[in-house]
């Protein structure tokens, strides 16, 4: 019998015969065959506070959200900003109880949020927009900085034995604002590439999750290198149009609580089934995952209905 780590392993090289692996990404893991790791950290001197100066909350179902409301909204607020202190020791200080827990799980380091998600909790939605049309040199410059301080942290997620890493951005659509595929290529591809490659070289697989339906992004994602695209509301998602385009090229990790019915066991089934058969192969490229926000039972139950739809 394969470990969980091994079988997280091969359904994203579609190498796994199995079963669908579990995400459970929240803090009552139970069945999950991944363990992630929140490398974010608060202020140490305020916890309300990211690391990076803006305020820390979670949406109902564990994941960041981007403040509206910029930190440093003069161009010399951000020159005299200190960069955060990677901190390594406070970082994973946790490690060890984790390891604990996740025992032959799949281990998974993600940023909370990451990219320009960070640049736009600090500089404001509607600022940092404008940064990108106006102000190129400056914006380039600060989130350089940004994607550096993230990527020098993979050598120590590598030694710490992570088996990937999350990125987790943000570009739109927004009431005030929308990154446009072509200006993304144009400001972000060449950075997203470079950090890729290096987390690739180091052993690591890359997931990225990206807010906002902007699933029209995922061919360019996984044209870079990214293994995993997480799907965090596939009831709008056109999924017969993505899997047509991506499946058997990236793996999909899918929110099925999205599409649990109380009521019947046999309707979950089948729309799991039907969602993995679109998105996956029968030898891998799917992984069902639960929102933090979901209660254990029911985490047990739509576990019991994934392991059903394998049939």
């Known amino acids: 019998m394969l470990t969980k780590k091994a079988i997280v392993d091969k359904t994203i090289t579609f190498k796994n015969e199995e079963r669908v692996p579990i ?5 009552s893991i139970g069945p999950s065959d991944v363990l992630t790791y929140d490398l974010s950290l608060p202020d140490p001197n305020d916890p309300r506070k990211s690391e990076w100066g803006f305020k820390r909350a979670r949406a ?39 390891a604990k827990v996740g025992g032959d799980r799949y281990r998974l380091a993600s940023f909370g949020l990451s990219g320009y998600s960070i640049y736009s909790a600090i500089r404001g939605a509607n600022l940092c927009y404008d940064d990108c049309l106006r102000d190129f040199d400056r914006f380039t410059e ?22 990937g890493v999350e990125f987790c951005d943000d570009w739109g659509p927004r009431s005030v604002s929308r990154i446009t595929l072509s200006l993304w290529n144009v400001l972000f591809r060449k950075h997203y590439m470079a950090q890729i490659q ?46 047509r385009r991506l499946r058997g090229k990236a793996c999909f990790a899918t929110r099925v609580d999205r599409l649990y019915d109380p009521s019947s066991m046999d309707v979950t089934v089948e729309q799991i089934r039907n969602m993995r058969e679109c998105l996956g192969l ?12 979901v209660p254990l039972e029911t985490v047990k139950k739509i576990a019991e209905a994934v392991r059903l739809s394998n049939g």
């Open 60 to 98: 109902a179902d564990g994941n960041w959200i981007v403040p509206k409301e910029g930190t440093l909204t003069a161009w010399d607020q951000v020159d005299a900003f200190r960069l955060p202190e990677h901190d390594f020791q406070r970082r994973f200080r946790s490690i060890l109880a984790a």
């Open 282 to 293: 029968p030898t891998g490229g799917f992984i069902a995952t639960v929102g933090a926000d």
């Open 198 to 243: 290096h987390a690739k070289e180091l052993g690591l697989h890359v997931w990225f999750s990206v807010t906002q339906n902007c699933y029209e992004f995922f061919n360019d994602l996984v044209d870079i290198g990214v293994d995993v695209l997480r799907v965090e509301d596939p009831e709008h998602m056109e999924v017969a149009a993505v899997g």
């Open 23 to 27: 995400w459970v990404d929240g803090p």
């Open 142 to 163: 600060f989130f350089e900085k940004i994607v550096e301080f993230e990527t020098s942290m993979f050598d120590t997620i590598a030694r710490k034995g992570f088996h």
